[in-house]
């Protein structure tokens, strides 16, 4: 694991093991790094289970910066790369922003 790990961490950064499972590992190599972006689950699902959870969390009497924010930019993604998007395309909407500096394509 770690030294599949190191051979990442260009593309992701120095995240710790505790971010770093198994999914990730494969779904950096099969759909990420080659740019295939196609591991089988839409990004408009992703972006609705987090607006649900954000609507459950808000509904509950409780407010997060985070949830909101994450909807956002699930949101904007599946409009600038479009509703058939794989979610593994988020990697190519958030580094192709001008503040994701220190993200390596």
Known sequence: FFSSRRRHTRYI????SDVCSSDLEVKLEKFVLPETFN?????????????????LIEAAGYTTPV????AACLDSAVSALGQQADHTALYSYV???PDAEGLDK
């Open 67 to 70: 949830t909101p924010a994450l």
């Open 13 to 16: 950064g120095d995240w710790s």
């Open 39 to 55: 591991s089988g689950f839409a990004l408009q699902l992703m972006a609705k289970d987090v607006n649900i959870a954000r609507e």
């Open 95 to 97: 580094t192709d922003k």
